[in-house]
């Protein structure tokens, strides 16, 4: 995740504001531009909201009520399948239009931009995992290392459904969130880095230099 920083002055000290993403680019953009960055970041706030409910109520019945996937999935088609047949008969009684497939799921477009999108960022994340993994930024491959190790402990507290979910919460809140209070975000952020650079120079100049190193063999040019 490219960080561009400026400096604002705050009393005697100066904190770096962290501009993520390189913050040329509007966070709308940054999510894609289209349906999904409307939709973290509730713009359309009736697809956000049914989307937000409809996996609360699936989280809700798998984990909560403890409902068989088998017996759920039933038990939804048969429901459906009755709503269906009523709203059938009376359009037919009262003159209304028959029931359709709804837009958002009959529109190939939007399923091909969904896919797109997740396409596009998981080579980023495939490129800038092997980036850092490759020792290229040390800084970030420490913060990593740390945050892997982190959701590793938190993974063996929650099970798999539990975490789905509280990622998805943040998925649906993060990006609004962010958008909203950026300035202040962005300045929080600042300093944690500054605190998270100063450890590293600490560690670096008391652990890593101290690392002793074989000499380095020149190449030959021919």
């Known amino acids: 995740m490219p960080i561009n920083k400026s400096y604002e002055s705050d009393g005697e000290t100066t904190t770096p504001r962290v501009n993520f993403f390189g913050r040329e680019r509007p966070v709308h953009a940054i999510l894609g531009g289209g349906k999904v960055a409307d939709v973290l970041l509730w713009r359309n706030q009736k ?5 937000l409910f409809g996996v609360t109520a699936i989280w ?7 409902y068989n996937f088998v017996t759920l999935f039933c038990h939804i088609c048969i429901t459906t399948m009755l709503i269906v047949f009523i709203r059938s008969i009376t359009a037919e009684y009262f003159g209304w239009n028959p029931p359709k497939i709804p837009e958002l799921i009959s529109n190939e477009d939007a399923f091909r931009e969904v ?7 998981l080579n980023e994340l495939l490129r800038k995992f092997l980036y850092i993994a490759g020792g290229n930024d040390p800084l970030y491959f420490f913060l990593v290392l740390t945050s892997l190790y982190i959701i590793s402990v938190i993974g063996s507290i929650f099970n798999f459904l539990d975490l789905l979910f509280v990622g998805f919460l943040c998925m649906e809140t993060l990006p609004y969130l962010y958008a909203r209070y950026e300035k202040e975000v962005e300045y929080h952020a600042g300093q944690m ?3 998270a650079s100063k450890m590293y120079k600490r560690f670096d100049s008391r652990v890593l230099n101290k690392i002793p190193r074989g000499p ?3 190449t030959k040019r021919t």
């Open 47 to 51: 697809l956000s909201a049914t989307l």
């Open 60 to 66: 809700y019945l798998f984990e909560v009520v403890e």
């Open 115 to 121: 896919v797109s999108t997740f396409h596009r960022r």
């Open 193 to 195: 880095t500054r605190k």
């Open 216 to 218: 380095v063999k020149e």
